[in-house]
Every structure is written in C-alpha cells, then in structure tokens.
C-alpha cells in the first residue's frame, strides 16, 4: 500500500514560469515532509523539508506547501530553470521510528 | 572524500555469483539505510541501522544480507540474485536526534542479475 503518491509522471514547463509538483499521502501520523531532486546517475539530493507545523516553507526559488486537511504536498519552484530538469521525489516520515516513504517521483523538464 | 560514497557504481553479475555493495558516510551520522529503487516504483527500504544495530528489515529476502561493522561504514552482501533483482541500490545516512531528520544518500550501485 503506497502512503506517498506522486500522480504525475511528468511535468513540462518552460523556463522563468512556475514548476508545480504535487504530493498526497494517505498517513495522518506522517509529521515531517521532504523533497529530494534526482539527476541521472546520482542519488537523491535534499532540496527543501517541512514540518507538521508550519504549512508554508520558503528557501530561494523552492517553496514548499503543506495542507494537512487535504494530506496534500506541493513544491514550487520559481522561476523554474534548466538545471532544474531532474526528478523530484516526495517523501514522509512519522514521529516515532526514522522510516521514510517516498513517492514514485516526478520527472521535470525545464525548456529553454 | 565527503557525504556519501558508494562502490561500485555498476556492477554486473550472474544468479551464482556472490558480490557486495560498499557504503560509507563521512558526515559522523549515527543511521545508515539500504534502499532499492526499481523503474516507475518508489524508493524501497531494504533496512535500517541505528547506532550499528538492525531495526528494521522490510521483508527482504534473505539473498540479501546487511553488515554494519561501524557506524561509518555499511554493506549489502548479494547471493544467488535474480534477474528481477536488477535496480539502483541507494544507500543514506542521517543523524538521528528527534523526529525530523533528514536522510542523506549516495550515489548508488547500478546493479544487473544476468
């Protein structure tokens, strides 16, 4: 049972507008959120995490959005770039036990 | 070296064949962890080590065998493998202080079941 869905595949935008990327989880015990970017042939990179907390994350051009209510995620990047083209995955972890889940990633495509 | 380091980065081997995958952390972490990712499936935890102890182990078939000797270092021991086995190997650390952590990872091993 999957408790993190990314249900786009892919996303296509271009460059200087606003690249969305939406994560919904099905876990209400999940209180800590992150977001990993993924180039070909390299691990995943931390990009930006929230809280339970908070519902709104800012740091540079990222900027993460939580709706509890809904269990639902967004990551926004503005102005999107090419460098930005990788796959970006969501990920959840609940207060007791350091499992994280994630989803099965977004691939983004910044066109120039 | 720093953060995460993975070796080897591609390895090939047949269904007899017995290999190991190399993780080592240069970030003083206390928690070292074993995914594998399959095409269009989410990352899948494999296991878990904290402070060198096993905590978790998701069902993982015991062809697959985790070593820790120190809190730096961390191996996948490969055994009689199958082709559906073939997938990108990521290893991560963290430092586990309280609930919000964040998981650091390597490269990955590219790995291929002939």
């Known amino acids: 049972d999957q408790q993190v869905k990314q249900n786009s595949p892919s996303l296509s935008v271009q460059e200087g507008r606003i690249s969305i990327l939406n994560c919904d989880y099905t876990n209400s015990m999940f209180d800590y959120f992150l977001w990993y970017k993924k180039y070909p042939a390299e691990g995943p990179t931390f990009l930006i995490s929230?809280?339970?907390?908070?519902d709104k994350n800012e740091d540079g051009r990222f900027t993460v959005f939580l709706n509890k209510s809904a269990k639902h995620l967004s990551l926004h990047i503005v102005p999107s770039q090419p460098g930005d083209s990788a796959v970006y995955f969501c990920?959840?972890?609940?207060?007791?036990?350091?499992?994280?889940?994630f989803g099965t990633g977004t691939s983004l495509t910044v066109i120039p | 070296e720093t953060g995460v380091t993975q070796t080897p980065r591609h390895l090939v081997m047949g269904m007899t064949n017995k290999k190991s995958l190399k993780c080592e952390q240069h970030?003083?972490?206390?928690?070292m962890y074993w995914y594998k990712q399959s095409a269009k499936k989410p990352l899948e935890l494999m296991f878990v080590?904290?402070?060198?102890?096993?905590?978790e182990n998701n069902s993982v078939p015991s062809r697959f065998s985790p070593e820790c000797p120190n809190s730096s270092h961390l191996f996948l021991h490969l055994h009689t493998l199958q082709p559906e086995d073939s997938a990108l190997y990521l290893c991560a650390s963290s430092q586990v202080e309280g609930p919000q952590e964040t998981q650091y990872f390597g490269p990955g091993t590219r790995l291929l079941v002939l």
């Open positions: 929230i809280s339970s907390i908070k």
């Open positions: 990920a959840a972890s609940a207060l007791i036990g350091n499992q994280f889940y």
């Open positions: 080590y904290n402070f060198k102890e096993q905590t």
């Open positions: 970030l003083g972490h206390n928690a």
